[in-house]
């Protein structure tokens, strides 16, 4: 006999047969077996190149130094202070402000 399961799966097909017609069902079915074949090749060549790194890289661990990320602020000082503008006092809004002035005059330049 049939279980909760089994109906459910019944059902779904039932569905998809009546919503696309049984015309869609094998180009649902090529569409699905492209993108499963997509996959796999996508799998393999991260496999292949995984193993390819592995093999090329050298025993000895090179340890990179880490790029510090600066915040928004950190980035808007900087900018003022590359633009020659004085930047004690004032607030975030105040020296974006004086960045964009410090533009506009530069641009007409």
């Keep these: 006999m049939l ?6 799966i019944i ?3 039932a569905i998809v047969i009546i919503m696309w017609g049984p015309a869609k069902i094998p180009e649902f079915a090529r569409a699905i077996g492209r993108a499963k074949g997509e996959f796999n090749k996508a799998s393999k060549e991260f496999n292949d190149a995984a193993t ?3 093999i090329s890289a050298p025993t000895a661990t ?3 130094p880490v790029r510090q990320i600066k915040s928004r ?3 808007l000082i900087e900018t ?3 633009l020659g503008i004085q ?3 004032l607030t975030r809004e105040q020296i974006a402000q004086e960045i964009s002035n410090k533009a506009n005059t530069l641009g007409t330049d």
């Design 11 to 13: 059902g779904v097909v």
């Design 73 to 75: 602020d950190e980035i």
């Design 3 to 8: 279980e909760g399961w089994e109906w459910i």
């Design 80 to 82: 003022a202070k590359n």
């Design 62 to 64: 090179v340890v990179q």
């Design 52 to 54: 390819m790194t592995s």
């Design 87 to 89: 930047t004690e006092g």
